[in-house]
């Protein structure tokens, strides 16, 4: 069974940087895409950056050039560093897997971003 941990998550100050991390574990098929949602409070969840199998990316224009997608095939490990954050980046952050023959998700990580 594929499961996904999310870790990294906590309160920072506005202009500061998070990396969170979302590791891998099972077995799972295929091509994937991982994809980063968010959801703050009140409002619907969002992706806001994904990866694919082969690396490439794409992002949400809100959080392009300030938060970076990546993975370590070494580590069946997924990360999302975010950089210069803003207080309308407050939210809880899922890590999702999409294999062919799957949607699996992690339990979220909170991020707040408050001086």
């Known amino acids: 069974q594929v499961q996904l941990v999310e870790s990294g998550g906590g309160l920072v100050q506005p202009g500061g940087s998070l990396t969170l991390s979302c590791v891998v574990s099972?077995?799972?098929?295929?091509?994937?895409?991982m994809v980063w949602h968010r959801q703050a409070p009140g409002k619907l969840r969002d992706w806001i950056a994904l990866i694919h199998h082969g690396g490439g990316t794409n992002y949400l224009v809100s959080v392009r050039g300030r938060f970076t997608i990546a993975k370590d095939n070494s580590k069946n490990t997924f990360y999302l560093q975010m950089n210069n954050l803003k207080p309308e980046d407050t939210a809880v952050y899922y890590c999702n897997l999409r294999p062919v023959n799957g949607d699996y998700w992690g339990q979220g990580t909170q991020v707040t971003v408050s001086s």
């Open positions: 099972g077995k799972f098929s295929g091509p994937y895409t």
